[in-house]
């Protein structure tokens, strides 16, 4: 089935039939320019006065150019050595907002009865705060290490891993609906890079948020305009 464009900057291509929100049981959202307006990575850099440099890897890692995620965030992450903890406060409190219509969806979502997944390759400092903000069942992201209120450059293995990439965060939705006794295809997927393809390519509905063309063209909705509870024209709340 071809693309079609149902209202403007609203794609959808190869929908399943099941169309109402309740049908699906765990929504998994991206954090970094899919949730939030930002990447972490890149405004933490800033206050290391490094964001040309680490924003340059940023990209070309989201478009897909650099096919090992882990080794491009263990390269700008070391960057970030020396930048204090109150500096990442600085970018929660001035510079994160959450992206439009990101608190409807959520809530629209657990009304109807579905688990809410954040699944980043960013921050534990960042997707803490956005979790508890928004009341987001389950979370998986990165530690950057930390010693006397300055980061070490570096990030701490965790009970699942090392790095949250796209091959864990795949890993991460199917485990989590494992969990919860559901099947893949009960689950929605939504991100903008190149790394969110991995776990929107199991799930039953994929859905591309201001995304890489690489990543629109292989989502069953793109967001294109406009905020993410543009998926509730597609999937009706009730």
């Known amino acids: 089935m071809p693309a079609n464009e149902i209202s403007p900057g609203l794609i959808v291509q190869n929908l399943p039939a099941a169309l109402k929100l309740a049908d699906y049981k765990l929504i998994a959202f991206d954090m970094d320019s899919t949730l939030i307006n930002i990447e972490c990575v890149d405004e933490i850099a800033d206050a290391a006065g490094r964001k040309a440099e680490v924003s340059a890897i940023t990209e070309a890692a989201m478009r897909g150019e650099i096919t090992d995620y882990k080794d491009s965030l263990r390269k700008r992450v070391a960057l970030l050595k020396g930048v204090s903890v109150a500096s990442m406060q600085q970018v929660y409190d001035q510079r994160l907002q959450l992206n439009p219509g990101a608190a409807a969806l959520v809530a629209a979502c657990k009304q109807a009865g579905l688990k809410v997944l954040l699944v980043s390759g960013g921050f534990t400092f960042f997707t ?111």
């Open 128 to 238: 803490d705060r956005i979790r508890e903000r928004l009341g987001i069942d389950f979370a998986r992201s990165n530690v950057l290490g930390e010693k006397d209120g300055a980061l070490t450059g570096a990030m701490v293995d965790q009970p699942w891993g090392d790095i949250c990439d796209g091959n864990e965060k795949r890993r991460t939705l199917l485990e989590v609906a494992s969990l919860l006794g559901i099947s893949p295809a009960q689950c929605i997927a939504m991100g903008d890079g190149a790394n969110d393809l991995p776990m929107m390519g199991v799930a039953g509905l994929s859905v591309a948020y201001h995304a890489k063309p690489a990543v629109r063209e292989k989502a069953q909705v793109a967001i294109n305009s406009g905020g993410l509870d543009r998926l509730l024209e597609v999937l009706k709340p009730a």
